[in-house]
Structure formats: C-alpha cells, structure tokens
C-alpha cells in the first residue's frame, strides 16, 4: 500500500525558515513524480514545487522561487521542502503528493508547470505552516 506521509510543519516568524519532509513508501517505481501543495482557508490549493525523481529535476511557482527549495534523499525515499524567508502569505496546510506510474510520461508532465493536483493520485494527511508578521 503507498503511503505519504509529511512532517516538519509549526509556527515562525517572517523571515524564518523550515523544512518539511515526505516520505513515500509502498511503491515500486524508481522514478516518480512529489509535488508540494498548499491550501489557505478560503483559497484554492496551489502547487508550490515539483520534483521529478528520475534525475531531480525541479519546478517552482513563481510565488516561491527563490526563497523555497525542493529536493530528495534516495537512501530515505524521502522529500524535503526547504522555506526560508517566509512570509505570512505563506501560512497554509502544505500537502505532499505523489504520481507513481510505469509511464515516465505521466509523471515528468505531473511535475511540470501549471501544477494540477488532479494529476496526483497519492496525498499525505497535511502538515500546518503558519507564519506570523
């Protein structure tokens, strides 16, 4: 059974930093497709990164670049979301998701820009961010 499962969320102050973490499991894929959400009360969830696993190719939303990293530790299957400069417009239920496929195809275009949640078909339960001004 594929799990999903994050960790790493709390509270900070702008300008602060976190890491999140994702760990997957239960899959049989050795390349796949983990994207970072989010969703604010009373807004729609948004893709904030995306990281291919076959070779760690990553996209960005434009409301994060530069301040968010994505990246991967292969030995752990596990991966992480490095924020730093946050912002209060940053607070939200941040979600790790997963497209496992035998397509390649189906993954590398899951993972490029528009982020579309739809393509996702594995979720973790949410981790909290919130981040005061």
């Known amino acids: 059974q594929v799990q999903v499962v994050e960790s790493g969320g709390g509270s900070v102050q702008a300008g602060g930093s976190l890491r999140l973490s994702c760990a997957a499991s239960g899959y049989t894929y050795s390349s796949y497709c983990v994207g970072w959400f989010r969703q604010a009360p009373g807004k729609e969830r948004e893709g904030v990164a995306t990281i291919y696993t076959g070779g760690g190719r990553t996209h960005y939303a434009d409301s994060v670049t530069g301040r968010f990293t994505i990246s991967q530790d292969n030995a752990n299957n596990t991966m992480y979301l490095q924020m730093n400069s946050l912002k209060p417009e940053d607070t939200a239920m941040y979600y790790c998701?997963?497209?496992?496929?035998?397509?390649?195809?189906?993954?590398?275009?899951?993972?490029?820009?528009?982020?579309?949640?739809?393509?996702?078909?594995?979720w973790g339960q949410g981790t909290q961010v919130t981040v005061s001004s």
């Open positions: 998701a997963a497209v496992f496929s035998p397509d390649a195809t189906i993954a590398t275009v899951a993972c490029r820009r528009p982020f579309l949640a739809s393509r996702f078909g594995y």
